[in-house]
Structure formats: C-alpha cells, structure tokens
C-alpha cells in the first residue's frame, strides 16, 4: 500500500500542480538505508494544533529567504552581538561550556539575565515581517552547571545506580527553574548514550550501558526539564546524540560505531522512544559513524538521511527539530565548519555553528540559490523551529518575563542533590568496617577528600571540570566537610597526601581518590593504555599503601566518571565505595559512612565493574568483578575479601 504521504503527493499533483513543486522529493532509499530504516519500530505521529500550523504557514510565507537562513542558524556567545542577531534574523545562540557572560566565570546572575534580554530584545528589533522570538541553549546537564553557586547534581552515571525515574524527574524539574533563573530556556540534556566501553570519555554522561535504563531515565529527565513546556519552571530538553554516541568502538570519542541495523536501533535507539512519547521538542546529532553490520559504511551521522530523516522524522514521526552538535558538520564528506548542503538535506534544521555562523548563512543562501539544497527543505527545517517556539509559548510570554528569572534560590536545592547523591553511591565491599561508629578518630587522605572540582566532574563551571578551584563552588559540602560535620570536627585529622601523621594514632582512615575531572575526547581512555585506576594514577596507590596494612582499617571513597580496574585498590580497602560524581553535594556521602539517621546505602550499579584493566567493550560476563545492578547494603552484609588481582600490563594487547 502506497504511504499516505505519496498518496496525497499524487492527489495533489492532479488537483493542484503547483503544490506538488512546493513539496521536497520523496526519498529514494537504496536497500541498505531502506534495511536501517527498517529496524527501528514505527511510531505514531502526535497530533498538531492546526491553529499554529496555520500562524507557522502564514509567517513563513511571509518570511525572505535570509530570514530563514537566519532562523536555522545557531551561533555562540562569543562570536555574535545582539544586534547582529537582529542584523542577520538568527533563530537561536548558545553558550559553550566554559563561556559566561563577559567571560566572566563567576558573572552574577543579573549579568546572565541581561545577556539573555538583550539577544531576546534584539531578535524581535528584526525587519521581518513577524519578528521571531530567539531561544538560547545551555549544556545544564548535572543542574545549571555553568553558574557558579549553582547545584550540581551527580552526573549520570550515578544517578542510573540510583534507579529511581522519579528522583531525575525531580532534578530534572529543579534544573529547568535553575536554567530559567539566568533567562535560558532550552537545556541540552539529557544524553542516553547506551555506553559499550568505559574508555569513552563521556560514561559518565550515560545513566547505564543497560538500554532499558536509559529509557527510563531519559525520559524522566525530559519530563522534568519540559514539564508543559509554557511553564514559568519549564525549559525545553534535547535528547542526545542521535544515534550510536556510545557505542563507537574502543570507546573512541567521535568515532566509529560499528553494528548491525536491528542492535544499532535496539540498544542505541532506546532512549529516543520514550523521548519521543515525553513530547522532547529538540534532538541533537551525534558525531560519531555508523557502519552497519560492519559492511555498510553510512559515515557520519550528521550526512545520514536514512537515519535523521528516514528513520527520526519519517518513521519515528519526530515533528520537533533536529540541532547539529558544536561544529559537527564539517565531519560530513565533503563539508566545511560553514558549509554542509548534505547536512541540511540529512534533515537536521539547527546548524550549532558557534563561530563562522556568517559564512555558514553566505554559503547557504548559495546552495538555494543553486539548487543544491530546496528552499522546501529549508522551510521545512524554519516551520520546525517555529513550532518548537509556539509550543513554548515565546511569541506569547518571553522567556525573561518566568518568574525565577533572576532568582538565585532557583539555582539551589541542597537537599534534593543530597538525596542524591546517597542514592547514586554503591558499597562494593564492607568487610565489618561500616557504618563508622560515633567517637572514632578518622584520618582522611587524599586531595580530592576536600575539592569541589574533583567531586563534580567534567562540565561543572568550565567544559572540562579544570582549571577551577573551592572558591568556585560557593555553596555545596565536600566529602571532608561531611565527615566533620558527621563525626565532629575534632575527631577527624585530614592530611591530603597521608605523610603527615601515622595512621596507628587513628581508629580509621577513610582515603579519597578520584580521577582528573575531564569531558568528551580528553576524557577517553584510549586503547591501548591499560584502563586502570592505579596505572593511571598511580600516586593513589602509593597513597593507599602509606595507609593500608598498619593495623586501621581503611574506608576508599572513588569519585569516577566511569567503572575502572581498581581490584588492587579495593584489596588495599576494608570497606570501598563507588561514589562516581557526586557532584556540589558529596559531604553526604558522610551520612551514609556514619549511617546517620539509618541511612544505608541503596544504589546498585548502572554498569558491570571490570575484572581486567583491558575490557573488550559490552561487559562481557568474564570480565567483570562486579555485574551490573551489584551493590552492598549494611542491611545485608557481604564478606568480600581479598580479591584475586589480574597483571596491569604495560598496554593492552
Ligand atoms: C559538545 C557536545 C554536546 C554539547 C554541545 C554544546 O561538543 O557534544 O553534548 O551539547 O557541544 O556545548
């Protein structure tokens, strides 16, 4: 049977030629992309309003060719005034991590919210014939983390030990009014990578390598972050990177995702279904490669057309729009950072061009001009964003006129991030050691006992989580500030690098380690350098060994953006806990060491613990230490042991 969209291509055509012009081709797909499209289950399509179908028809029929082009393009803070978004009709800018107002990175609030005014004030000082409202994008992917003396909550991968939906519901909700205080309205978030290998710099973006997970999780946040998106405390989400982010293989950031068309949909589409039933307006492309079955090369998946029109649009029935990643075009055969016609005719509608956005709009208007990408492809990418603005209500209540605009108690909420974070660490050994009984005398090594930044990972005030220090954290507790507070400030003696004191004058030592805070490509383990905690950082295993068999038992906290070979450190621990990225709030972690309050630990891992410092990629049973969903609770207690540690060779075969 003819689909319903060639069908009423051929109705139109008899009644009205000229309709007919106005449509972009049906695609032709070749029997491989035809295959790939094939493996993703169809949706239904949601119902539109008509009324603002017509208002989105009526304005683009009004609308210049420039100001469309202008409509599609987003540019970076940095790189565009105001006026030059009322100059050049820009439709949406964004701030890269690690870019404030001014760059400043401590900008106060009200400097977040005039910026926001001001591109809002000048998109609607355009000469169009309907001034179209701008929207601005911001990575507030663990609360609004580009603003200091905001929350941070822990980062994915925490939260997926955690399994509770309805806790990323509530961060979700608490992040949308964090994002509306500084004037913003789209969060690109949530990520639902379905992580293979942990050498991947991005894990801990991922709530789990378990698909079902994902979904769950995904979809929570967005209902959290969206909520009806016409709401003082709603903002719009973007789920992403579609698709196969986290499976490229050896976790190489950007790279090759290799499998078939039935595992490529079942397990990295996962999350995009209940994205798409939560109503997520926006979706971003992800940078990475898809070869099916190892065969069929698609190449980028910003230049596939199969799968972002194909599959997104056409069979999932997505009618929201689809934004690039941060230059991600000139990744596409035969494409430039300002100029992509495969890009566009692939059906993304958003160009993320954060710098040369002038030339991207130059070189765009050519390819219409010559034909190399449809003016029909192009109103179809402006009617897509016009859509998203209405549903959000812009043309009839500015973002700026929310009522948490400007409001910093809308950045904070420390007892939900505290709940967090004693939900998101797994106890993967107890040997008799916890919970730590009032009046011990505690020890506390290790740097990062007392830094915000190694607590809170990557894309926490700047893009890789560095380059900050305590000062930039204003509110928030860190691990040795819990302790204190829990244990009494005179009963705990801290001494970063543990030469101060012999630990025999202690009851315990509780030792703190954690890797380098980092994002995307500088956070990947790339084979073959062993993934391994000690080889990586083997000041922390001296460390423990300063500690370790004096005669104390020994607490290991690990902050990791990731499951690691850590066994020789576990077997230099008495009790270890998996705390991943707490984030601001990490001092709660004391609570659950203490068992303060009954607390006890909950969380269950969101990925398999490696038994080797080599993993394959995809958790084979063989070489985990611990399957995903362990965890230890106090309520039942485990021996561990020692556990039998593999060689760490010097790079992996
Ligand atoms: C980055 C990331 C993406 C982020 C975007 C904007 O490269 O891939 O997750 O949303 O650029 O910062």
Redesign the pocket.
């Known amino acids: 049977m003819k689909s319903r969209y060639v069908l009423s291509l051929a109705l139109a055509s008899s009644a009205f030629p000229t309709i007919a012009a106005a449509r972009p081709a049906a695609p032709q797909w070749t029997a491989p992309e035809r295959e790939a499209i094939a493996a993703w289950p169809a949706r239904k399509a949601a119902r539109m309003d008509p009324a603002i179908e017509r208002r989105i028809a009526a304005i683009v029929r009004g609308m210049t060719l420039e100001q469309k082009v202008g409509q599609i393009t987003q540019a970076e803070i940095r790189s565009i005034t105001p006026d030059q978004v009322r100059q050049y009709h820009i439709g949406t800018i ?4 690690g870019a404030w107002p001014a760059m400043n990175k401590h900008a106060p609030l009200a400097d977040w919210t005039a910026l926001a005014d001001a591109y809002a004030k000048a998109a609607l000082k355009s000469d169009a014939k309907q001034p179209i409202p701008l929207i601005w ?1 911001i ?1 507030a ?1 663990h609360g609004n983390n580009n603003v200091v003396g905001a929350t941070l909550y822990p980062h994915n991968i925490g939260l997926g030990a955690a399994h509770d939906p309805q806790l990323v519901y509530r961060i979700g909700r608490a992040t949308a009014k964090a994002v509306r205080a500084t004037g913003i309205g789209w969060a ?1 978030a949530p ?1 639902v990578a379905v992580v293979q290998n942990q050498r991947w710099g ?1 894990t801990y ?1 991922s709530y789990s390598s378990d698909p079902a997970q994902v979904a769950a999780n995904g979809r929570a946040l967005i209902e959290g972050l969206q909520g009806t998106l016409k709401g003082d405390g709603d903002v719009l989400a ?1 789920v ?2 579609f698709a196969g982010d986290g499976g490229t293989f050896r976790g190489i950031d950007q790279g090759e995702t290799r499998a078939s068309a039935g595992d490529f949909a079942r397990v990295h589409g996962a999350g995009y279904y209940t994205a798409l039933d939560a109503g997520v307006q926006t979706v ?1 492309i992800s ?1 990475n490669s898809w070869t099916m079955a190892g065969t069929h090369p698609f190449g980028k998946m910003h230049g596939n057309r199969a799968l972002v029109t194909g599959v997104l649009k056409d069979r999932l029935k997505f009618d929201g729009l689809v934004v690039s ?4 075009i000139e990744q596409v055969d035969g494409c430039t950072t300002d100029h992509c016609p495969a890009a566009i005719n692939a059906g993304i509608d958003v160009f ?1 061009v954060p710098e040369k956005w002038q030339t991207f709009i130059t070189n765009t208007l050519a390819d219409v001009r010559a034909g190399r990408v449809s003016e029909a492809r192009i109103d179809d990418a402006v009617k897509r964003i016009l859509r998203v603005k209405f549903r959000q209500g812009l043309f009839d209540r500015p973002i700026a006129a929310g009522r948490y605009t400007g409001d910093a108690a809308a950045l904070v909420d420390r007892p939900l991030a505290q709940e967090a974070v004693r939900k998101s660490a797994v106890l993967l050994k107890n040997d008799g050691l916890l919970p730590l009984a009032p009046g011990k005398r505690i020890l506390v090594v290790g740097d990062a006992a007392d830094s915000f930044p190694a607590q809170s990972g990557g894309w926490s005030i700047t ?1 890789q989580g560095t380059e900050t220090d305590n000062a930039d954290f204003p509110i928030g507790e860190t691990l040795l500030g819990g302790i204190r507070r829990a244990f009494g400030a005179g009963a705990v003696t801290y001494s970063p690098d543990g030469s101060a004191f012999a630990p025999g004058k202690f009851d315990v030592v509780i030792a703190v380690l954690a890797e380098l805070p980092h994002a ?1 490509m500088k956070g990947d383990v790339r084979w073959p350098e062993p993934l391994a905690q000690s080889r990586r950082y083997p000041e922390q295993l001296a460390l423990l060994g300063r500690v370790s068999g004096k005669g104390v038992p020994v607490v290991s906290v690990l902050y990791s953006g990731r499951t690691t070979y850590a066994t020789d450190l576990i077997n230099r621990s008495d009790a270890f806990v998996a705390a991943f990225l707490p984030g601001t709030e990490a001092g709660a972690l004391a609570d659950l060491l203490a068992g303060t309050g009954k607390r006890d630990f909950s969380a269950k891992l969101s990925f398999a613990w490696p038994s080797t410092a080599c993993p394959s990629g995809g958790e084979p049973a063989g070489e985990s230490l611990f399957a995903r969903g362990f965890g230890l609770t106090y309520a039942h207690a485990v021996h561990t042991g020692t556990l039998t540690e593999t060689p760490i060779p010097a790079t992996c075969p």
Do not use: P, Q
């Open positions: 964004l701030n890269g991590g994008g990575d992917v690109f990520t991005r973006e973007s992403k990177h971003m940078y990643d941060w230059n991600a993320m893009w995307e």
